[in-house]
Nanobody, 124 residues
Framework: QMQLAESGGGLVQAGGSLRLSCAASGRIFSSYTMGWFRQAPGKEREFVTGIRWNDYNTDYADSVKGRFTIFRDNAKNTVYLQMNSVRPEDTAVYYC?????????????????WGQGTQVTVSS
């Protein structure tokens, strides 16, 4: 089992920045593709970004491209989501996810482990 714990969520004004962290434990973190998803009230969980386990290749949803950045620190078993120029429509619960040696990361089904989520609220 891998445990994932998100932190860093909160209330931020539109145009501001926020950094989310996801600390992993229980497995070899470097062997896992990591992803961030989000779910707003009444909506389905959607892909935000992901970073592959081996080549650190990344991908972003069009809605966050150019504003959000994912990066990982394998020495700290942590993946981060840097959120800049946030918008009210970024308001959601953000989830961290891990998939063992996965090459795809746009679908929730690509991931085996999930954190509990952290709330991000962007005020206008």
């Amino acid at each position: 089992q891998m445990q994932l714990a998100e932190s860093g969520g909160g209330l931020v004004q539109a145009g501001g920045s926020l950094r989310l962290s996801c600390a992993a434990s229980g497995r070899i973190f470097s062997s896992y593709t990591m992803g961030w998803f989000r779910q707003a009230p009444g909506k389905e969980r959607e892909f935000v970004t992901g970073i592959r386990w081996n080549d650190y290749n990344t991908d972003y949803a069009d809605s966050v491209k150019g504003r959000f950045t994912i990066f990982r620190d394998n020495a700290k078993n942590t993946v981060y989501l840097q959120m800049n120029s946030v918008r009210p429509e970024d308001t959601a619960v953000y989830y961290c996810a891990a998939g063992y040696k996965h090459y795809n990361f746009r679908s929730p089904g690509d991931f085996s482990y999930w954190g509990q989520g952290t709330q991000v609220t962007v005020s206008s």
